[in-house]
T-cell receptor, first 116, second 111 residues
């Protein structure tokens, strides 16, 4: 069964609105989760590291005020795309470390965002 | 800049043949290497992990690592149409579970 659950699977919104994506670790507690973004025919780009009980760590070039991350519990991290624009349309994927501290990750099903 | 490079393909092989996927990386300090399979519109799923030089086999899949050449590969034996997907090479370049992904190689297994 799935180790990581992501919701919603797809969402369409109007430009200027905000969208929240949830990522749940089902099988174990996760103090750290990762949020990736993937544009069509491109690779996964790490956006930020979500840290339980503290602020997220954002990668260079990712606007922290636009992509709000909250990791309030050991099993849930949320990504909110604020004031979404068409260029934010992408496939957003969360991941949870497998616990080996080697980089092995379990990925959620992904959320496809389309901003009109 | 830490990079992971792959040929984007598509790589076409006939059913039953061996598919060979290659990946090079720039950070000599990298310690962990992964191959993920991604079907169109889906999220990646882990196929293989490899941490030391040499070969690692798991069923029809064999991962090969050569740290001196900064090269990692994935062989798929007896390729099946269901193997048709994009294969992403990922490297743990900075520790702490952060991965850098290549752009992926699209594999097409033809009947």
């Amino acid at each position: 069964g799935a180790v990581v659950s992501q919701h919603p699977s797809w969402v369409i919104c109007k430009s200027g609105t905000s969208v929240k994506i949830e990522c749940r670790s089902l099988d174990f507690q996760a103090t750290t989760m990762f949020w990736y973004r993937q544009f069509p025919k491109q690779s996964l780009m790490l956006m930020a590291t979500s840290n339980e009980g503290s602020k997220a760590t954002y990668e260079q070039g990712v606007e922290k005020d636009k992509f709000l991350i909250n990791h309030a519990s050991l099993t849930l991290s949320t990504l909110t795309v604020t004031s979404a624009h068409p260029e934010d349309s992408s496939f957003y994927i969360c991941s949870v470390p497998a616990g080996t501290d080697t980089g092995e990750l379990f990925f959620g099903e992904g959320s496809r965002l389309t901003v009109l | 800049q830490k990079e992971v490079e792959q040929n984007s393909g598509p790589l076409s092989v006939p059913e039953g043949a061996i598919a060979s996927l290659n990946c090079t990386y720039s950070d000599r300090g990298s310690q962990s290497f992964f191959w993920y399979r991604q079907y169109s519109g889906k999220s990646p799923e882990l196929i293989m992990s490899i941490y030391s030089n040499g070969d690692k086999e798991d069923g029809r899949f064999t991962a090969q690592l050569n740290k001196a050449s900064q090269y990692v590969s994935l062989l798929i034996r007896d390729s099946q149409p269901s193997d048709s997907a994009t294969y992403l090479c990922a490297v743990n370049t900075g520790g702490g579970n952060k991965l850098t992904f290549g752009t992926g190689t699209q594999l097409k297994v033809e009947l």
